[in-house]
């Protein structure tokens, strides 16, 4: 069912955990859903020195979270900025079709991390989170209407 | 090191047995003729096939054989028993179904498909534990009602009903009264009439019998509709060749089933037992759910806070052990399982489920694997979990 390459993640997630005094914290996703990823970034410079998260939920969900943060550690804010779920979604080899909202939840942690640490510089933003579970993420992502990458 | 293979979901299905799968054999090559031919070798399979028939009547207490009937399926059975009753009974009026929150898909989908037809389906609620109250069945039953199904053990929380108490309900009120047995069959003692049911589901490949075969007993007189219209096998009820080996194995197994029952349940109860109290004694934050009396006696099915049922399937798997779960995440839904949520559970206990149901080859060696491995993957689940984080921060 899940590609080599989500079953790496989900077996060998990389940065499990917590970063003491993190910059910018950000947390989707609620337990009716069964998905709730958390997103820790530390940031130096206008760039993501690290990133660590915590996720409950399925092993696409633990998958899509290792490598989203695989995917924004070194960047720049406003290039881990337009890291979109079907990004995380092709670096996993894709993802069956129902489990495609995990990487939208991905997306939306980055962000939602990246919003905290605008909030605590004051600086503004657009950013529009995912306040829950809208059911809006079930089987098609917000950004990919055909499921699969 | 070769990995270990532990099967723990004999309830999703079971191996067949050697001796059943020696008793089907000769239908497959050499006894191919069609039950419904003349010459000898049809002749010798119908005889065959009337003698499973006779066998699962007697292991189930029936009347007569007559009141067997095979089907595909246990949930072509149950499809059966309440689409043919309810056609049957339209004509006259009838029009209400009463059935319990908890039944398997093979009911609730079938109400769900009846519901659009114009019937009106009664979703009685179960207690804490999975109980349906025989009040509440009486309550609910109207002047329209058909008839009212209740499965006899759950396939996920393993609670058995008061089927007896049920059915003298039922009589009194003169509404049919079906139970889907599919789990109970083999595992628990049956007897129609003493259980008072008018109609009762089977399926061959939950007790060490085949798979593609199940049963449906109808008590004689009452009376159902097809679902399927054809030829004259099963009387013109259940048209369509007969599967003469799959009849054979799941009558093969029945009778070996109910020999030797009590030696098996006492077995894989003990098994149960050893893996519930472990699970209890080592890992914190655990909930059993479902009843520790009145139980299935294969079935343990315990909710891990703060972790996600799919991720602990997909590392037990990586263990070898095959369990399952009542998770959204492995049903491909957004809701958590039905009877876990009937039962009260919250989303989040209820997306930590997991079930394990026992079998004839597991050993207590396989337990204790099973116990050191849950330990070690709910530790490590529960460390990447935010849930936990947040639960520990909020008990500094």
């Known amino acids: ?149 | 090191m070769q990995k270990p293979v532990i099967y723990l979901d004999h309830a999703a299905t079971t191996y067949v047995k050697p001796e059943v799968f020696e008793a089907m054999k000769p239908y497959f090559v050499e006894e191919y003729g069609n039950a419904s031919s003349l010459y000898s070798v049809g002749r010798s399979n119908r005889k065959a096939v009337e003698e499973a028939r006779a066998t699962i009547a007697r292991c189930l207490g029936a009347n007569e054989p007559g009141e067997i009937y095979f089907t595909g399926s246990g949930t072509e059975a149950d499809n059966w028993a309440i689409k043919g009753s309810v056609l049957a009974a339209r004509k006259k009026g009838g029009k209400h179904i009463i059935t319990s929150a908890i039944e398997h898909p093979a009911i609730m989908e079938t109400c769900k498909f009846l519901k659009k037809e114009g019937f009106d389906v009664t979703y009685l609620p179960v207690d804490s534990e999975g109980f349906v109250d025989p009040a509440d069945v009486e309550k609910a039953i109207r002047p329209d009602t058909i008839i009212v199904s209740i499965m006899y053990a759950n396939n996920e929380i393993g609670t058995i009903q008061p089927i007896k108490a049920i059915g003298e309900i039922t009589k009194k009120h003169g509404v049919l009264f079906h139970c889907d047995a599919v789990q109970a069959a083999g595992s628990i003692p049956i007897d129609v009439k003493d259980l008072g049911v008018d109609m009762l589901s089977i399926s061959g490949h939950k007790f060490y019998g085949p798979k593609g075969i199940g049963a449906l007993y109808i008590r004689k007189g009452v009376r159902l509709e097809n679902l399927i219209h054809g030829g004259h096998q099963e009387r013109g009820k259940r048209p369509g060749t007969e599967n003469v080996p799959g009849i054979i194995g799941m009558a093969k197994a029945l009778e070996l089933a109910v020999a030797d029952m009590e030696q098996y349940t006492g077995k894989i109860r003990q098994l149960r037992d050893k893996a519930m109290n472990l699970i209890m004694e080592r890992i914190p934050h655990v909930k059993l759910n479902g009843p520790v009396e009145n139980r299935l006696p294969g079935n343990l099915n315990i909710s891990f806070r703060f972790i996600e049922g799919e991720s602990l399937l997909l590392m037990l798997d990586m263990k070898g052990i095959k369990a399952s779960s009542g998770s959204a995440c492995s049903s491909g839904s957004l809701d958590p399982s039905h009877v876990l949520m009937a039962i009260g559970l919250s989303h989040e206990i209820a997306h930590g489920s997991l079930r394990m149901s026992f079998g004839d080859h597991n050993t207590e060696g396989e337990v204790d694997y099973l116990v050191d491995s849950l330990e070690e993957i709910v530790t490590r689940l529960r460390s990447m979990s935010p849930l936990y984080e947040d639960f520990i921060k909020a008990n500094k």
């Open chain 1, 1 to 149: 069912m899940y590609s080599d390459k989500v079953m790496d993640h989900f077996t060998n997630p990389r940065n499990v955990g917590e970063i003491e005094n993190a910059d910018g914290v950000g947390q989707v996703g609620n337990a009716k859903c069964g998905d709730i990823m958390k997103m820790y970034l530390k940031i130096e410079d206008g760039i993501i020195v690290d990133a660590k998260f915590k996720t409950f939920g399925c092993g696409a969900a633990v998958a899509t979270s290792s490598m989203a943060t695989e995917l924004i550690k070194g960047k720049t804010i406003k290039e881990a900025e337009m890291i979109t779920n079907k990004a995380v979604l092709e670096a996993l080899d894709g993802l069956p079709p129902a489990k495609v909202h995990c990487s939208v939840l991905a997306e939306e942690a980055i962000a939602a991390a990246l919003q905290d640490y605008r909030a605590r510089n004051g600086m503004e933003t657009d950013y529009v989170g995912c306040s829950g579970c809208c059911g809006g993420c079930n089987r098609t992502s917000h950004h990919d209407e055909n499921g699969e990458a």
